[in-house]
């Protein structure tokens, strides 16, 4: 276990999917999840992990590229959820230590779950004062498609449920689903809708929604900010990227081990700033495609308020 610390957080990190363990403000640890590889593999892999190589589902676990079909490998019936069997949230990643913090990196081969293209990936955590940062990097030997996020699963309470917690979204819209949680292809106004947060509000009710961020992709900017209305403890997140899945932890249940006792549905809101699920198949969704030559780069903040 790997460990960053500043004047007012303390993170601990696996190379197990480049993960993100805990998260201390205080004495506070406001991520939940698993604390050990082994109950990771045994509950939910994803948690904390960096995600890839797609985040989110894929239609039929198939996608056009250049004009050819690409078939992957599915793993939630016909469909792939992020990036397949063997994914890099459930591979150990390379670590490296850093000026105030950890770089994690993994080869990944062509053909790896289906994707063309040998993959190198980097994931660059830092710590310093009151953000703790992530920097997603890239490169491809044949053209692809990519989307990496960060899969953790936050309760700025330390614990209790998660509906509970106030969050504000700059999102005037959001992706409807059809069938197996699989976007329509519509970009959906929420004026009206129970996914309007662009005011801070109480969650309240169970969301696994992708939100549309406003702003230009590839400039960092605020994507959500959550608040525990009880301590006054507050979380902003910022993202390069243009969507926010948001996700109210609903497969999570007793069976599933966690650090401070089994995983409670709805006890913690995955948080995964990324492109939109499913972007290889919707032509007015923002392209996935990363070629020979260019690098792929999502930067991620987490900014802490109160104690």
């Known amino acids: 276990m790997l460990e960053l610390k500043s004047k007012t957080l303390r ?24 604390g050990s590889d082994a109950d990771a593999l ?16 894929i239609t039929d676990a198939k996608f056009m590229l250049d004009g050819a079909e690409v078939r992957l490998v599915a793993n939630v019936g016909p469909d792939q959820l992020h ?32 994707y063309p293209g040998a993959m190198d990936a980097s994931a660059t955590y830092q710590l310093t004062d009151n953000v703790l940062s992530l920097d997603l990097e890239a490169a491809t030997t ?11 699963y936050w ?3 330390g614990g209790g449920s998660g509906l509970a917690q106030e969050v504000e979204m700059p999102a005037d819209h959001y992706l409807p689903l059809h069938g197996a949680k699989l976007p329509t292809g519509e970009i959906r106004d ?10 801070l509000r109480v969650v309240g ?12 992709r590839g400039k960092l900017r605020h994507g959500l900010t959550m608040r525990d209305p009880v301590s006054g403890r507050k979380m902003t997140v910022y993202t390069t990227e243009p969507g926010m899945q948001f996700y109210t932890a609903d497969h999570f249940n007793s069976s599933m081990p ?18 939109y699920p499913d972007a290889p198949n919707h032509s007015n969704f923002p392209s996935a495609v990363l070629r020979p030559g260019e690098v792929y780069r999502h930067r991620i903040e987490w900014r802490f308020f109160g104690q």
């Open 155 to 157: 309760n700025l309470a």
């Open 42 to 57: 045994a509950s939910d892999a994803y948690t904390g992990s960096v995600t890839g190589r797609y985040a989110g589902r």
């Open 190 to 199: 929420v004026t009206g809708t129970h996914f309007d947060f662009r005011k």
């Open 258 to 275: 966690g650090k401070y006792g089994p995983l409670a549905q709805h006890n913690s809101i995955a948080i995964e700033p990324q492109n």
């Open 142 to 152: 044949r053209p692809t498609v990519i989307n990496l996020t960060n899969h953790a």
């Open 83 to 114: 990036g397949g069997l063997q994914n890099f949230c459930n591979t150990v990643w390379n670590a490296s230590e850093i000026p105030n913090g950890v770089r994690f990196t993994l080869s990944s081969p062509d053909g790896d779950q289906g």
């Open 205 to 216: 009710e169970a969301y696994d929604a992708c939100f549309c961020l406003g702003g230009e």
């Open 11 to 34: 993170a601990r990190f696996s190379p197990l999917g480049a993960k993100i363990v805990a998260l201390f403000v205080g004495d506070v640890d406001v991520v939940v999840g698993p």
